[in-house]
Structure formats: structure tokens, C-alpha cells
């Protein structure tokens, strides 16, 4: 070998000792360690149960609390064409999060948020999602309560305890769970239907609600009260035996709609909080 072929084979084999090794891909392992939680994915057919369970439109912004792989905000955009965002602890895994939308061209749509879900504030999303552990849900529960009344939420695997789901369905033995977020319409209202003044008297228990309207001395039960998000509906049956049914919305302390009674009257009714 002649000195110049040695010289270029020393400087070869120099720069292949020097040269970094290159960096590996991150791969996430199923049962690996994060914050709170280990992370275990949500398989396909849950992820499309929990958002079509919501009712996911391009109008909405889901919010994806504790998105791993990002695999659920990335479903809300490509199939339902919403706007979403993950919010993960682990800044690996939102890298990629982002090479996930990227490959699945939503990356404009589906963003990703390096951040502890407890410090972060997400109240601006239309539809919540997350895969959590049920101590976790509890913490995340005042929260979610105090969020604009007919926020979604969908939960796989795991409740709120008492707050008593809307809906529950099961896919493959696997459970997911719905919420609507309700209004508060605990307390006393003064009601005016048409120009009859009751006052009414609300006891509510997260979405579940029941009453009495106060009609002269009578204090007369409400009838099939419901609440869903700001959507109130009601019945009474006044002094005279006449049934009124009353649908409207519940915007802060005010409550507005339509009522009609069993003699086909009808009009507008108005209640104001006291």
C-alpha cells in the first residue's frame, strides 16, 4: 500500500470512529411511564365511538387531555373535519403527535401542545376528550363542570363517579362514556309565561333537576324536567288543572322559549334568576 492510499484509509476509518451514531426513531411502548398515567393507546373502533358519540362537526374543537400518539385529535380532523388539539406531558410524544398529522395530512388542522393538562387551560374547546385514570377524572371534573354549558365530553374506559353519564356505550367490551355539560340552574326564578308570574324553585343535582312553581298558596311539582347542556324543558299543572309545557334555553341568569297548554294557548315565557 503506498503512503497516500494509507494516509486516505487512516483519515476514512478516523472520520467512521468520529462520526455520531445516528439518532434513533422514537417509538412509544405500550405501558410506558407518563406523568400520571402509563400511556396505552385507544384502539380505532373507540376513538370513532367516542367521537361520533359527541356528534363531532367541522364547527367543533376537540381537545384531546393527556393525546399520546395523537391518534384522537388526528381522527376528529381527518373523519369529522373538526379543528383539534392534544395536550401531552411528554415532549416526545408530541413530536410525534405532529409527524403522525403530518402523515396524515391534517397537521393544519390537528396541533399539538407540549403541557400539563392541570395547568392548562382548554375551556375554549367544544368537545373534550381523554383516556384517563378515574382519580385523574375526578381531579379534571370541577373543571369540566365549570366549562360553557354544552360541552361534550367523552371518556374512554373509566366515569365521574357520581355525575352519572348521558350515555355509555360499549364497543368490543371496551367502554366508552358521554357528558353534556349542564347549566346551572340551581335556585329561585321568577317566571313569566304570557303574563301569569309563578315563581319557581330549582334543586339540581349535575344534570338531573326537579322543582316546584309556586302558584298563589299552591306549590305545584314540575313534571318531567329535563336539562341538557343550556336546553331546559318542564310541566306543570296550574290551579285550574291545565297542563303548560315549557322548552327553552338558559343563558347565565336568564331563561328563555316557548310554552303551550293542553287548550292549544301558546307564547313566549321569560324567568330571571333570583
Not at 42 to 63: E, G
Not at 105 to 119: L, M, P, Q, S
Not at 199 to 225: C, D
Amino acid at each position: 500500500m503506498t503512503p497516500f492510499v494509507r494516509f486516505i484509509s487512516l483519515v476514512a476509518c478516523s472520520f467512521l470512529i468520529a462520526a455520531p451514531a445516528a439518532a434513533q426513531k422514537f417509538e412509544p411502548q405500550v405501558g410506558q411511564a407518563g406523568k400520571d398515567v402509563i400511556w396505552v393507546p385507544s384502539p380505532d373502533d373507540i376513538v370513532d365511538r367516542m367521537l361520533t358519540m359527541a356528534q363531532v362537526t367541522p364547527n367543533d374543537l376537540v381537545i384531546d387531555l393527556g393525546s399520546g400518539d395523537g391518534k384522537i385529535a388526528i381522527a376528529a380532523a381527518k373523519k369529522f373535519g373538526a379543528r383539534s388539539m392534544g395536550i401531552e406531558y411528554n415532549p416526545e410524544m408530541v413530536k410525534l403527535s405532529q409527524a403522525n398529522s403530518q402523515v396524515a395530512g391534517v397537521a393544519t388542522k390537528a396541533t399539538f401542545r407540549n403541557a400539563d393538562i392541570f395547568a392548562t387551560d382548554f375551556s375554549q374547546a367544544t368537545v373534550i376528550t381523554m383516556y384517563l385514570l378515574p382519580g385523574l377524572n375526578m381531579k379534571l371534573r370541577p373543571q369540566l363542570l365549570s366549562m360553557k354549558p354544552g360541552t361534550r365530553i367523552a371518556s374512554h374506559s373509566f366515569s365521574m363517579e357520581d355525575w352519572d353519564a348521558d350515555e355509555i356505550s360499549s364497543v368490543d367490551g371496551r367502554r366508552a362514556y358521554f357528558w353534556v355539560v349542564p347549566a346551572n340552574v340551581q335556585g329561585g326564578w321568577s317566571v313569566d309565561a304570557g303574563g301569569q308570574k309563578v315563581e319557581m324553585t330549582l334543586e339540581q343535582t349535575f344534570q338531573k333537576i326537579h322543582g316546584t312553581v309556586g302558584i298563589a298558596t299552591l306549590q305545584a311539582g314540575l313534571r318531567e324536567p329535563k336539562l341538557r347542556g343550556f336546553l331546559i324543558s318542564f310541566a306543570y299543572v296550574d290551579a285550574a288543572g291545565v297542563r303548560r309545557d315549557f322548552n327553552g334555553r338558559v343563558n347565565g341568569g336568564k331563561m328563555e322559549g316557548s310554552f303551550r297548554d293542553e287548550k292549544g294557548a301558546e307564547g313566549r315565557w321569560t324567568a330571571t334568576k333570583k
